[in-house]
């Protein structure tokens, strides 16, 4: 459960999960994030009065985007396993209903929803084929459902470059840390988890993305300081400073001549519906 009361906030780990949240919000919602929400919608078929669900739902960026959409008759839940994500979903969107929940046990009763969705998300779920029949159980009849994931590590050679500085100067837990994301990236295998936990007329597309940070470090430390601490890879000062430094002359590639990191990103959608 989140915490509750007026100290909760005072919680150390809150505190640190709280502040990995804003950091993830600050850097990667607008240069990896911002950008599918109008794929989902479209996928998901999202339409005005939709009771939608966003599984995963993160610091809510997705959430928000649809609450425009589906409003003033529809509504908007997120549900999250991080107390620390729903904290800032929350300060963001306070009219949205952000709950704490697992995937694989969603805590809400069946044909809650018309919709839901997952962005980014299920490449972390211990059960991913029992995940998604839970987001089956809790759509309503002929309801649709839309999940993104990543595109393979090798599809994005920017990301694959930046595994291997890590797997050198930080090790293979922070290397594998940063492989987690790509984990579904073959299309086959999204496509058979879908048909296993009975998805109908489950399809998956490839979409094209553009990653866009404010520099080679903001990308790079974004991950060492955000990322990684979000899942529960703390590295050392002195290690950071060294993967920073080495990062600007292994990566420089990546740069465009106004000094952002810019690159090619993909990712798969995958959409069906309830039987």
Known sequence: MMANGTNKMNDPQLQAQVAAAKAYEALFVPALFKQWPPVMASAAKIESGNRVLDVA????????????????????????????????????APKIDWKHGNAEALPFPDHSFDRVVSQFGMMFFPNRIKSMREMLRVLAPRGR??????????????????V?????????????????????????????????????????????GTANFPSLRALVESDLRGWLPLVGVHLEEAVIQETLEEAEA???????????????ISAHVLSGSKP
Request: aromatic share 6%; with cysteine; charged share 25%.
């Open 250 to 264: 292994e990566l420089r590639q990546y740069v465009n001549p106004q000094g952002r990191a810019v690159f090619k």
């Open 57 to 92: 739902c993160g610091t809510g960026i997705l959430a928000r985007e649809l609450a425009a959409r589906v409003r003033p008759k529809g509504s908007v839940t997120g549900l999250d396993v991080t107390p620390g994500m729903l904290e800032v979903a929350k300060s963001l």
């Open 164 to 208: 291997e500085l890590l797997e050198r100067t930080a090790g293979t837990p922070a290397a594998n840390a940063l492989r987690a994301p790509f984990v579904l990236g073959n299309k086959k295998n999204l496509l058979k988890i879908a048909q296993d936990a009975g998805v109908a007329f489950a399809e998956v597309k490839t979409h094209e």
């Open 145 to 162: 459902l839309a999940v993104a994931v990543w595109d393979t590590l090798e599809s994005m050679p920017a990301y694959a470059d930046e």
